[in-house]
């Protein structure tokens, strides 16, 4: 836990009880500040108070009191509506805030040098955190990791010049978080999302920007138009930027190269220093690293990573026993040369899309409660396809989208179970040589079968665990 001690001796409202605000309530009531904690949950409400945290109706408190409002990050600040506690907070002139700005405000008090590593983006921050803290630690350092993915940025230990924090930042946790000041920022890539929460794309750009217009050093994927004007923006301000790529070569930075090499995609990441390129990695044969959007992953965490002092062989060791996240391109292991991959993460569209791209001849599972739009997207891909096997509500619109593009074999399997036993078979009868994936990427929301992507991920990691022969990913 950092204790949080800029509010000792004084009142704080908190209001949102989930995870993360248990976490700041306990990080706060350390630090010595007497907390007034309030969430619309009965259920939250009674499980803080049963760990000593006062419940207070914050709708008839008196607010003058009050040093600050913290939020949790879930909860509206602007958009549709500002929450009714932010309305109050407002009218009594008390700032509103978040766990992140605790976290900075109680760094700059401890250890303002200590290193913080802070990763945004729309696409691919999770693994890209997941990355940095993985090389690190193997490298030997101290790594706390946490924020938006596992725990909570106030569960860590505290910050200290010989401790590295890696910590994702949403859009939610940025926006509450005025004194972020990051050693090193890295923003991925910009594309439409979350609008209800931030009114307009644009407002939604300006607020992920924050992070790397404060970091001592800029990270930024060119990879998207409003990335790029960010790069180019922190260019003109002349403070430290390296650029990444994981899809062009750049004349200054960290980039991908791919080539083709015997049937396979060979990803190598290149370094470009004062006009000088040389390869310091080589992605082929990581399953946890495989695809372009990983090849950019990978970009931004060597970059990170180097200007933090590791040595390129460092970081492409590290690279090498990366083991990946649990349901995001997870390799779970093989069949001879069935490859099992468990993306059960990928919940629309747009998400296995990443998948579909990563693989040719594929036994593609997918299906669930759809999502609008459905798989119409995806057409263009459907020649890596080598049959698919539909599960779940929405079999009778993709069938349908199948039909009307005539080059995909599929089959209705019903149930995950059917799907992984037909795709085995399937896949087994296949001839040729070379790597073939059965493929779990359901572009699909869970609920109708599964009560969420993970416990789907687990079944397909239990079903495909049990098949004969097969050797987990990692052994031997």
């Known amino acids: 836990?950092?204790?949080?001690?800029?509010?000792?001796?004084r009142r704080v409202a908190l209001f949102g009880l989930g995870g993360s605000g248990l976490a700041t309530a306990r990080a706060l009531i350390a630090g010595g500040a007497e907390v007034a904690a309030y969430d619309d949950g009965e259920a939250s409400r009674a499980k803080a108070a049963a760990e000593g945290i006062a419940i207070v109706d914050l709708a008839a408190a008196d607010w003058?009191?009050?040093a600050a409002l913290v939020l949790s990050p879930g909860v509206p600040l602007t958009h549709p509506a500002p929450h009714w506690t932010v309305a109050k907070a407002k009218a009594a002139g008390v700032e509103v805030i978040g766990d992140v700005e605790l976290f900075f405000r109680e760094r700059a008090r401890l250890s303002p040098d200590a290193p913080v590593i802070c990763i945004?983006?729309?696409?691919?921050?999770?693994?890209?955190?997941?990355?940095?803290?993985?090389?690190l630690k193997q490298a030997g350092r101290d790594v706390q990791m946490g924020g938006n993915i596992g725990t909570a940025v106030l569960a860590l230990d505290p910050p200290a010049p010989h401790r590295v924090h890696v910590v994702e930042c949403s859009s939610y946790q940025i926006d509450l978080a005025p004194s972020l000041k990051p050693s090193i920022g890295i923003q991925m890539n910009l594309t439409p999302d979350h609008?209800?929460?931030?009114?307009?794309?644009?407002?939604?750009?300006?607020?992920?920007?924050?992070?790397?217009?404060?970091?001592d050093i800029a990270v930024i994927g060119v990879d998207d138009e409003p990335s790029k004007q960010m790069a180019r923006r922190r260019a003109a301000s002349g403070r430290p930027l390296v650029k990444i790529s994981g899809e062009q070569p750049l004349d200054e930075g960290v980039f991908a190269g791919i080539t083709a090499n015997r049937g396979t995609l060979d990803t190598r990441i290149v370094q470009v220093l004062e006009g000088k390129p040389r390869v310091v990695a080589n992605l082929a044969g990581i399953g946890s690293l495989?695809?372009?959007?990983?090849?950019?992953?990978?970009?931004?965490?060597?970059a990170a990573c180097f200007a933090l002092g590791l040595s390129a062989e460092e970081i492409a060791a590290g690279f090498r026993s990366y083991p990946g996240l649990a349901h995001r391109m997870e390799e779970l292991g093989r069949v001879g040369r069935i490859v099992f991959i468990n993306d059960s993460k990928a919940t629309n569209a747009d998400s296995t899309e990443k998948a579909l791209t990563s693989f040719r001849d594929i036994f593609w599972i997918l299906g669930g409660k759809p999502k609008e739009g459905g798989i119409d997207s995806l057409r263009r891909y459907f020649r890596n396809i080598a049959k698919a096997y539909l599960i779940g509500a929405a079999s009778d619109a993709f069938a349908r989208t199948f039909d009307e593009d005539g080059s995909v074999d599929y089959e209705r399997a019903g149930t995950l179970e059917v799907a992984v036993a037909s795709a085995l078979r399937d896949a087994q009868a296949k001839r040729g040589e070379?790597?073939?994936?059965?493929?779990?990427?359901?572009?699909c929301a869970s609920f109708d079968q599964f009560p969420n992507f993970e416990v789907r991920g687990d079944r397909f990691r239990a079903l495909v665990g049990a098949l004969p022969g097969f050797v987990p990913y990692g052994a031997g």
């Not at 836990?1 to 001796?9: E, I, K, Q, S």
């Not at 945004?120 to 090389?135: D, E, P």
């Not at 609008?195 to 970091?215: C, M, T």
């Open 195 to 215: 609008l209800d929460r931030h009114g307009s794309f644009e407002a939604y750009g300006a607020i992920k920007e924050r992070l790397v217009a404060a970091a």
């Open 434 to 443: 070379g790597e073939i994936a059965v493929l779990l990427s359901p572009a």
């Open 64 to 66: 003058s009191g009050f």
């Open 290 to 302: 495989r695809g372009s959007h990983n090849a950019q992953n990978a970009a931004a965490a060597f």
């Open 120 to 135: 945004t983006g729309t696409n691919g921050k999770s693994t890209t955190t997941a990355l940095v803290a993985h090389v």
């Open 1 to 9: 836990m950092t204790p949080v001690t800029v509010f000792a001796g």
